[in-house]
């Protein structure tokens, strides 16, 4: 199995990259199954963010309005003990940003939002969600891995591992429209490495009296 890592393919099996936010309304784009907007964190935020100690990581696991997630991401920090600064509210504003967006792509009047600090291998099953479409964004540690099962049933032979910072949207089993096209996705298996990562997950939500919480990470 080759492992490639921090791939940024032009189009890859129904996997598509961005430079811009835009960019990811091509979600709705018959043929692909996954929309990667490929860009660069900042120097300053990477080193600020991997020097946390785990326990300073925000954490939230809420369903809400998307207007009302910089608040629940604020309140996250401030129940971590996240130190202020402007690392912490460029945290907040880009995962506000990022609910404002992916909320608009989605025409979604309800979001779950996910904030999750893994340290260990969440799920490392390659996996279709049961969800319309999803957003998942690694703030630290080591992005979404995702594939091509050639089947269906194992795993891909070729690995791609999403950047750091590059928000990933994908395709779920629920999507109206979408034929299985093989893509598969799964957390990096980091048990053992002493590896934290702090993962973004953001699900568009119809009714949230009929949604029930995943607690699968990626």
Same mark, same amino acid.
């Given at each position: 199995?080759?492992?490639?890592?921090? $791939?940024?393919?032009?189009?890859? #099996?129904? !996997?598509?990259?961005?430079?811009?936010?835009?960019?990811?309304?091509?979600?709705?784009?018959?043929?692909?199954?996954?929309?990667?907007?490929?860009?660069?964190?900042?120097?300053?935020?990477?080193?600020?963010?991997?020097?946390?100690?785990?326990?300073?990581?925000?954490?939230?696991?809420? %369903?809400?309005?998307?207007?009302?997630?910089?608040?629940? !991401?604020?309140?996250?920090?401030?129940?971590?003990?996240?130190?202020?600064?402007?690392?912490?509210?460029?945290?907040?504003?880009?995962?506000?940003?990022?609910? #404002? %967006?992916?909320?608009?792509?989605?025409?979604?009047?309800?979001?779950?939002?996910?904030?999750?600090?893994?340290?260990?291998?969440?799920?490392?099953?390659?996996?279709?969600?049961?969800?319309?479409?999803?957003? *998942?964004?690694?703030?630290?540690?080591?992005?979404?891995?995702?594939?091509?099962?050639?089947?269906?049933?194992?795993?891909?032979?070729? $690995?791609?591992?999403?950047?750091?910072?590059?928000?990933? *949207?994908?395709?779920?089993?629920?999507?109206?429209?979408?034929?299985?096209?093989?893509?598969? #996705?799964?957390?990096?298996?980091?048990?053992?490495?002493?590896?934290?990562?702090?993962?973004?997950?953001?699900?568009?939500?119809?009714?949230?009296?009929?949604?029930?919480?995943?607690?699968?990470? #990626?």
């Amino acid at each position: 199995m080759t492992v490639q890592r921090f $791939i940024r393919p032009a189009s890859t #099996h129904g !996997v598509v990259s961005t430079p811009s936010p835009h960019g990811m309304r091509d979600i709705r784009t018959s043929e692909v199954g996954g929309v990667i907007w490929d860009r660069e964190p900042l120097a300053s935020f990477q080193t600020w963010i991997g020097g946390l100690r785990p326990s300073r990581l925000p954490k939230a696991r809420v %369903i809400l309005r998307p207007a009302a997630i910089r608040d629940a !991401v604020t309140a996250a920090c401030d129940n971590a003990g996240t130190p202020d600064g402007p690392e912490r509210r460029r945290l907040i504003d880009d995962v506000a940003a990022l609910a #404002h %967006i992916f909320s608009d792509v989605m025409d979604a009047r309800w979001m779950r939002l996910r904030v999750d600090v893994v340290t260990g291998n969440a799920c490392r099953r390659f996996h279709v969600d049961r969800i319309t479409a999803r957003l *998942v964004c690694t703030y630290r540690g080591t992005g979404t891995q995702y594939g091509v099962s050639e089947t269906g049933d194992e795993d891909p032979q070729t $690995i791609h591992t999403v950047a750091t910072g590059s928000p990933l *949207v994908m395709r779920g089993t629920l999507w109206p429209t979408r034929p299985d096209q093989g893509l598969r #996705h799964r957390s990096p298996p980091i048990e053992g490495t002493g590896e934290t990562r702090l993962v973004l997950v953001l699900d568009p939500v119809a009714d949230p009296a009929d949604e029930a919480e995943s607690d699968i990470v #990626h």
